[in-house]
């Protein structure tokens, strides 16, 4: 009797009991599901990805460690990568954009308006805004250390450049043309592109670990890339990972930044808000839309465009006014106004080798696997 007594009141506290409160599942699952088998699968040793939406930072991780060593520290969201070609837009493409609201550079004014010796061998005709667009004509790329040893030889070799299609009938991304870039922004400034970005951007919006030419006490912090076997000068080679940067004493108008996710979280804010941070204008708002409107070739005025007829690596999701750039060494911004989106990749997948080129395949997935955790496929929300 006792024992069918105690089993009968069992049930009942069983039956009366409060469940006990479920735990909110994780929407971003998915994201880290994707970047941890990647690590796995060797696309990358580690990544540390964000994601801004509605003004609002809904992810910030981070995920593997500096190498595919047991022993490497694992990273961090303040972990440093080197940025590569995210140099382009978010350094001399945001100095330019300041620079014409001040009416010191005419994009639409021919190269050697600031640069006299460039108007050689039939680039005459080849403007800033060709430069930004990518349409210029200028080759790709050189291996400058082939024949250069200072930064003068490097100017001075890409004022020898010829065309190698008519200007402004073709495009071809260009790291020439943005060192050219680069150059115009020093002599029309009369300051380094570093002291530019840090006078106008880096310290008044306190990015306080975006920076060129890391000192030897940051490197533990920073993400390692692929050793530099070509380095031939007897100067110490900087540590950007780009071979015509280090050229340029780890500063240049195509790349050498290096930054975090939480930093860049900052800059694509600051844009996302029209140009203002903090009770600070960076840029007026129609010169954001000006820089970020669409030009053939699925390029704007110094940043890619999503295409809107082939693949994307942002994607099949974001809008067809999506704008941003992708970078060498595995690190990428896309900001989409329409669905008030940005997401911000660095990784270092060219440690240990650039040959690993498996982040191609990554990173369209993972923007739309964002874009499937925030229910935003098919439209703005």
Same mark, same amino acid.
């Given at each position: ?9 069992? =049930?009942?506290?069983?039956? =009366? ?25 060797? $696309? ?27 022993? @490497? ?35 639409? /004014?021919?190269?050697? !308006?600031?640069?006299?010796?460039? /108007? ?27 024949? =250069? ?93 780009? !071979? ?31 140009? @203002?941070?903090?009770?600070? /204008? ?12 669409? !030009? ?12 809107? *007829? ?29 669905? *008030?989106?940005? $997401? ?25 696997? $964002?874009?499937? =955790? ?8």
């Amino acid at each position: 009797m006792f024992n069918r007594l105690l089993i009968t009141i069992t =049930c009942l506290c069983l039956l =009366c009991a409060k469940p006990a409160p479920s735990v909110a599942a994780d929407p971003f699952k998915a994201v880290d599901n994707l970047v941890n088998e990647s690590i796995r699968d060797g $696309v990358f040793p580690s990544a540390s990805i964000a994601v801004i939406h509605k003004g609002t930072v809904v992810y910030h991780r981070a995920f593997g460690k500096q190498t595919y060593d047991r022993q @490497s520290p694992p990273v961090t969201t303040t972990t440093i990568y080197d940025l590569a070609s995210l140099t382009k837009p978010i350094v001399t493409t945001s100095i330019a954009m300041q620079l014409v609201e001040h009416d010191s550079l005419d994009i639409n /004014a021919p190269v050697s !308006h600031y640069l006299p010796g460039f /108007a050689r061998n039939g680039k005459e005709k080849i403007t800033i805004k060709n430069l930004l667009l990518h349409n210029s004509g200028l080759r790709a790329h050189r291996f400058f250390i082939e024949s =250069c040893k200072t930064p003068d030889e490097v100017y001075e070799a890409i004022s020898d450049e010829t065309p190698i299609v008519p200007t402004g009938s073709k495009t071809i991304y260009s790291d020439l043309g943005f060192i050219t870039l680069g150059n115009v922004i020093e002599t029309i400034t009369a300051n380094t592109l570093e002291e530019n970005f840090s006078a106008r951007f880096s310290v008044p919006l306190g990015m306080h670990s975006t920076l060129f030419t890391p000192s030897l006490t940051t490197l533990k912090n920073i993400a390692p890339t692929e050793k530099d076997s070509r380095w031939t000068l007897d100067i110490p080679r900087p540590l950007v990972h780009d !071979h015509n940067a280090a050229l340029l004493r780890g500063v240049a108008g195509h790349a050498g930044l290096f930054s975090t996710t939480g930093d860049l979280i900052i800059f694509a804010t600051m844009l996302m808000q029209h140009g @203002s941070y903090g009770g600070k /204008a960076f840029f007026k708002p129609e010169t954001i839309t000006t820089f970020t409107q669409r !030009h053939p070739g699925s390029r704007a005025l110094g940043w890619d465009l999503r295409s809107i *007829d082939g693949p994307s690596s942002s994607g099949d999701h974001f809008s067809a006014k999506a704008y941003g750039h992708l970078g060498f060494t595995g690190t990428s911004i896309w900001i989409d106004p329409e669905k *008030d989106l940005a $997401v911000i990749t660095l990784t270092n997948r060219v440690y240990p080798t650039s040959d690993n080129i498996k982040i191609r395949k990554f990173r369209p997935k993972l923007h739309n696997t $964002v874009i499937e =955790c925030l229910g935003l496929r098919g439209g703005k929300k």
